[in-house]
């Protein structure tokens, strides 16, 4: 893996460039240093694709996804060359690791399975024609994310009024998705249809999404925010008022319960009691059919250094015992209404069969 500073380059009203593929290299935008450096990894093994999806430089449900569809062409990639036998074997194998990278976003898998569906397709074809239909299938996937995420943004505006403020957790913009974004696409689309008068962005503990990701694509596409601690949000509904909450999501269950940064459930509560509408943005890829409700979705928890330090200093006593899943469940029963691209999708919710 190398290291390559490229100034962020403005590509359909949003300055940030997440993934790429060019000549046999996937660029991946090291999220873990933004906003204070530009840096991108120029990743060739589908086990450093892993390794930035372990270690959160790249992120987001639907990045997550993209990043792994082109993992799979890598491994396929690495596999061709190699000319050894049982391809199709070997990238199997690959899945399953690539698959274990992080738990909770279904996306991962959706992009996996969708890749081996490719190379079984049609019996076991010659090793490169089958790197051909994945790279192609990648792509697809790609695009399909960004142009997905547009419609969100178009449904998504259309329920805010004029001069609406609103608050959004984590990061759900184009950083977290092919570009465009989720929940930030909504807002993107509502401000450039002359509706957003604020945005509220919660830090969100303990990686600061919020604080490092949002609150900079958004200042990058002039869009007026407001950083917000987390502990702010429901005395800021209290004393100014808001007119929506706007997430993403990383899975959502038959039910409609939403798996989704930590906090998320915290707010939907606040909302529900302050009367505000909680809104959840997310492609239908993000859908677990199969997951009747959100109980049974896997929380990944994660190392107590990221709430114990911060920038690499302790914070909290030597010892202290921490408890850190990455990811809360929020009831379907709080969620106002679930926007994807296909429209927007109000209770009760039924995703099932």
Same mark, same amino acid.
């Given at each position: 893996? %190398?290291?390559?500073?490229?100034?962020?380059?403005?590509?359909?009203?949003?300055?940030?460039?997440?993934?790429?593929?060019?000549?046999?290299?996937?660029?991946?935008?090291?999220?873990?240093?933004?906003?204070?450096?530009?840096?991108?990894? #120029?990743?060739?093994?589908?086990?450093?694709?892993?390794? #930035?999806?372990?270690?959160?430089?790249?992120?987001?449900?639907?990045?997550?996804?993209?990043?792994?569809?082109?993992?799979?062409?890598?491994?396929?990639?690495? =596999? #061709?060359?190699?000319?050894?036998?049982? =391809?199709?074997? %070997?990238?199997?194998?690959?899945?399953?690791?690539?698959?274990?990278?992080?738990?909770?976003?279904?996306?991962?898998?959706?992009?996996?399975?969708?890749?081996?569906?490719?190379?079984?397709?049609? $019996?076991?074809?010659?090793?490169?024609?089958?790197?051909?239909?994945?790279?192609?299938?990648?792509?697809?996937?790609?695009?399909?994310?960004?142009?997905?995420?547009?419609?969100?943004?178009?449904? +998504?505006?259309?329920?805010?009024?004029? +001069?609406?403020?609103?608050?959004?957790?984590?990061?759900?913009?184009?950083?977290?998705?092919?570009?465009?974004?989720?929940?930030?696409?909504?807002?993107?689309? #509502?401000?450039?249809?002359?509706?957003?008068?604020?945005?509220?962005?919660?830090?969100?503990?303990?990686?600061?999404?919020?604080? %490092?990701?949002?609150?900079?694509?958004?200042?990058?596409?002039?869009?007026?925010?407001?950083?917000?601690?987390?502990?702010?949000?429901?005395?800021?509904?209290?004393?100014? +008022?808001?007119?929506?909450?706007?997430?993403?999501?990383?899975?959502?269950?038959?039910?409609?319960?939403?798996?989704?940064?930590?906090?998320?459930?915290?707010?939907?509560?606040?909302?529900?009691?302050?009367?505000?509408? =909680?809104?959840?943005?997310?492609?239908?890829?993000?859908?677990?059919?199969?997951?009747?409700?959100?109980? +049974?979705?896997?929380?990944?928890?994660?190392?107590?250094?990221?709430?114990?330090?911060?920038? $690499?200093?302790?914070?909290?006593?030597?010892?202290?015992?921490?408890?850190?899943?990455?990811?809360?469940?929020?009831?379907?029963?709080?969620?106002?209404?679930?926007?994807?691209?296909? $429209?927007?999708?109000?209770?009760?919710?039924?995703?099932?069969?």
């Amino acid at each position: 893996m %190398r290291l390559s500073t490229r100034a962020l380059r403005a590509h359909g009203g949003v300055t940030v460039e997440t993934l790429r593929w060019e000549d046999g290299t996937l660029y991946i935008l090291d999220q873990t240093v933004l906003p204070r450096k530009v840096n991108y990894l #120029a990743v060739k093994d589908y086990r450093e694709v892993i390794q #930035a999806i372990r270690r959160l430089a790249v992120r987001g449900a639907p990045a997550i996804g993209v990043a792994a569809a082109y993992a799979m062409v890598l491994a396929a990639l690495e =596999f #061709a060359r190699e000319g050894a036998g049982n =391809f199709l074997a %070997r990238l199997e194998a690959a899945a399953g690791e690539i698959g274990k990278a992080r738990p909770t976003a279904v996306n991962l898998d959706w992009a996996i399975q969708r890749q081996l569906a490719v190379a079984r397709q049609k $019996g076991a074809g010659a090793p490169q024609e089958i790197v051909e239909r994945l790279l192609s299938e990648a792509a697809a996937i790609f695009t399909a994310d960004k142009d997905g995420n547009k419609a969100i943004g178009v449904h +998504g505006a259309a329920l805010l009024s004029r +001069g609406a403020a609103v608050l959004t957790h984590c990061n759900a913009g184009g950083l977290a998705t092919s570009g465009y974004g989720t929940a930030l696409g909504v807002i993107r689309a #509502a401000y450039a249809a002359g509706k957003i008068k604020m945005v509220y962005a919660g830090e969100t503990r303990p990686l600061l999404q919020g604080a %490092r990701l949002t609150a900079f694509e958004l200042q990058q596409d002039g869009i007026p925010v407001t950083l917000i601690t987390d502990s702010m949000a429901g005395y800021l509904m209290a004393q100014k +008022g808001l007119d929506a909450v706007i997430v993403g999501a990383d899975r959502i269950a038959a039910n409609g319960d939403v798996a989704n940064k930590i906090g998320t459930y915290s707010l939907a509560v606040l909302a529900k009691y302050h009367g505000v509408p =909680f809104y959840v943005a997310a492609p239908f890829s993000t859908v677990d059919p199969a997951m009747p409700q959100g109980a +049974g979705i896997p929380i990944e928890e994660r190392g107590a250094d990221e709430v114990t330090h911060f920038a $690499g200093e302790p914070v909290a006593a030597p010892g202290t015992a921490v408890w850190n899943p990455a990811f809360d469940l929020t009831p379907g029963e709080l969620v106002t209404a679930i926007i994807t691209e296909r $429209g927007v999708i109000h209770p009760p919710y039924k995703f099932g069969g």
